[in-house]
């Protein structure tokens, strides 16, 4: 990844955009720490992807359709052993 100082950046933006479509990601620093990567659209949509929803994601999980029993131990009452540090005791 090559990288160009922000003025010289700023100075041949043309060629930073070139060399992103044509070479790859391009580092742009500031006072020399990186602070941004320029990429071409088609890496952007690569990386950025399609992400299902949350219901999606859930309906298409292998256990989508166990029945699970889910019922709640009731030997342990509710908020016993449970400690407020803000409580101060």
Same mark, same amino acid.
């Given at each position: 990844?090559? %990288?160009?100082?922000?003025?010289?950046?700023?100075?041949r933006l043309s060629e930073v955009v070139k060399?992103?479509?044509?070479?790859?990601?391009q580092e742009i620093t500031v006072c020399g720490e990186p602070a941004v990567v320029v990429v071409s659209s088609r890496d952007y949509e %690569?990386?950025?992807g399609s992400k299902p929803s949350f219901l999606e994601f859930m309906a298409s999980?292998?256990?989508a359709g166990v029945e699970l029993d889910l019922e709640r131990?009731?030997?342990?009452a509710p908020g016993l052993g449970v400690v407020n540090p803000w409580s101060g005791g």
């Open positions: 990844m090559r %990288r160009w100082q922000l003025q010289e950046a700023k100075a060399s992103a479509q044509g070479e790859g990601p %690569r990386l950025k999980s292998p256990l131990d009731r030997s342990v």
